[in-house]
């Protein structure tokens, strides 16, 4: 096995001829047994931290909710499609990803310059901004956001300069009722 594994990072054996000496007619050989054998001691020795530790469980379920909640932003951006790359080639689908990449950060940052506002005007108000209480703002937040709308490109006229940073609302003050707000400061 390590002379395998010393093999495949020195370049002197390739991936499909590594992948051909694992396995012969949909059966794995000895070696790819092996390394089978090999890999399950590891997720044993995982499972077996995971369990009795209560920390490890939660620091893994939240990492867990952070990537859950980025596909489901990322499935609320990419809807006209029902999430399916449909280009046939690869350069399409590379296109296809890096455009929800692209669009997915731009959430992304404007969630964090509201929240970076927010928590500013709190804090000049006087409410108590700790770091517990900041860990708790994800920035993959999309209730707020019109994904069905018209957006101006204005990238042209700002191409090589720093784009400006339009003036952001109000904090919303939740004493006054929605319904009776005149909506001057939208």
Do not use: W
């Not at 920390?55 to 990419?78: D, P, S, W």
């Amino acid at each position: 096995m390590l002379r395998v594994a010393g093999s495949l990072t020195l370049g002197e054996v390739r991936g499909h001829d590594l992948i051909r000496m694992l396995s012969r007619d949909g059966k794995p050989t000895g070696l790819g047994d092996a390394f089978a054998h090999y890999g399950r001691i590891f997720k044993t020795l995982h499972l077996l931290q995971f369990v009795p530790y209560e920390g490890y469980r939660r620091m893994v379920g939240a990492q867990l909710n952070v990537t859950e909640a980025r596909h489901r932003l990322a499935r609320k951006i990419f809807f006209g499609q029902r999430g399916e790359l449909r280009r046939h080639y690869r350069e399409g689908t590379e296109d296809q990803l890096g455009a929800l990449g692209l669009a997915l950060n731009s959430v992304v940052l404007f969630n964090s310059l509201c929240i970076d506002a927010a928590v500013k005007q709190l804090a000049a108000e006087g409410f108590p901004v700790t770091g517990e209480l900041l860990a708790r703002l994800p920035p993959l937040q999309f209730g707020h956001i019109n994904f069905l709308g018209r957006y101006a490109n204005f990238l042209g006229r700002y191409a090589f300069t720093r784009l400006p940073v339009p003036g952001l609302r109000r904090l919303r003050d939740p004493t006054i009722d929605d319904e009776t707000d005149d909506g001057a400061d939208a």
